[in-house]
């Protein structure tokens, strides 16, 4: 989806933000501090109800104020989300509540660049199951719902193994044969979408990373070879003693190996950026293959890739028709590029939390 406009109250120093006539490129300038990447947190929060800084809405709602509000609409759909400072939040879609975000996270399909960070490859298997994850979520329709019926059937498990020491393996049997049942789809969904997205994933590095041999290689967090409810099985007696599950779906790991080994000891600090730019793009192109347009967060564009990964990148998004927020200090620069490259964008002042439009390349007078 494209938004069309986008208001913020209240997110960190940003009182009242209000974008219109968006185009497909937006681009936040602005001295440091003066709230660039809160306009891109503002836009995850709505996306996703959390932000990429940190867990505790207090710390991105304004000071002195107990509530913030993201609204954004697209040509078809309104969709906005308040988050209180005592953790509850409201989340409306056309003007009607909606219980839960993940209506809207399904609308608005979301990714993050920060090219300051490399965890996703250089931290353990979590960041790259959510990456792995955020695919599934999108373009596997029967994986949220059955991840729901894991986590709980996994936790009524653990429950139980947090509880009682020694427990028999005839008290777990029923949730063994549940986890095992669900996991089993899960394992085999996450397989099937891997295979596919291993082509996109190939593309993008061909244009990233051409110097570079890498494969993505997805492991289950479980022997196959015997199968989740063996597993479950053979590892009783050890998870008993530790209280939980120590093997399943919700241990999965995304391998990126090279021919020399994994990508974290290999790549240098820029490659594993361009790497993990790479996945994100492969993932966006394989949405975009299912008509689906991906929203982009790209903090900090300039300051860490070089003129000609900065082109390919922009090139790139705007093949796959996504909608770019980008934050900058060099302006410049990437008005360049989008010049070379006839897109259209608006360019926004950001100044001590307020946002002020400088230009509008598709003004219409
Ligand atoms: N809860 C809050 N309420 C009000 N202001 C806050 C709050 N939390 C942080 N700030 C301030 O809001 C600003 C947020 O800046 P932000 O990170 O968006 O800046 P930026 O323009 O991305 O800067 P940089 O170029 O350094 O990345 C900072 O000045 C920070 O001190
Ligand atoms: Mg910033």
């Known amino acids: ?202 593309q993008a590095i061909q244009q990233l990373l051409p110097e570079v041999e890498i494969q993505l290689e997805y492991q289950a967090g479980y022997s196959l070879s015997i199968g989740l409810l063996q597993n479950l099985i053979n590892h009783h007696v050890k998870d008993s003693e530790k209280r939980y599950t120590e093997y399943g779906p919700h241990r999965a790991d995304l391998k990126l190996k090279t021919a020399q080994g994994d990508a974290d000891i290999v790549l240098s600090r820029g490659q594993k950026k361009l790497l993990i730019i790479a996945l994100k793009l492969s993932q966006i192109a394989m949405l975009h293959a299912s008509n689906m347009e991906t929203v982009v967060l790209l903090d900090d564009l300039t300051a860490e890739l070089d003129y000609q990964a900065q082109r390919r990148l922009i090139t790139r998004l705007n093949e796959l028709s996504c909608q770019v927020f980008l934050t900058t200090l060099d302006h410049k620069s990437v008005e360049k590029h989008l010049y070379a490259l006839s897109i259209s964008y608006q360019l926004f002042n950001v100044n001590n939390g307020c946002v002020q439009l400088m230009k509008n390349t598709n003004q219409v007078e």
């Open 1 to 202: 989806m494209h938004f069309t406009r986008l208001n913020i109250e209240r997110v960190r120093n940003l009182e009242t933000v209000a974008m219109q006539n968006l185009q497909p490129f937006t681009i936040l300038y602005g001295n440091n501090g003066s709230g660039k990447t809160s306009v891109l947190e503002a836009i995850h929060l709505l996306a996703t109800g959390r932000s990429f800084r940190t867990h505790i809405p207090k710390h991105y709602i304004q000071y002195k104020t107990d509530n913030a509000i993201v609204f954004a609409q697209s040509l078809e759909e309104k969709l906005g989300i308040q988050k209180l400072i005592s953790g509850e939040q409201i989340i409306k879609l056309n003007g009607d509540n909606v219980a839960t975000q993940g209506q809207l996270a399904k609308k608005i399909p979301l990714q993050h660049i920060d090219p300051l960070s490399t965890d996703i490859i250089d931290h353990g298997a979590k960041p790259r199951r959510q990456l792995l994850d955020w695919l599934m979520f999108h373009v596997e329709p029967n994986f949220y719902p059955i991840w729901q019926l894991y986590s709980r059937a996994l936790k009524q498990r653990n429950i139980l193994l947090k509880g009682q020491k020694n427990i028999p393996l005839a008290v777990l049997e029923p949730w063994n044969n549940l986890v095992a049942e669900y996991g089993e789809i899960l394992n085999s969904q996450r397989y099937a979408v891997v295979e596919q997205w291993q082509v996109f994933f190939q």
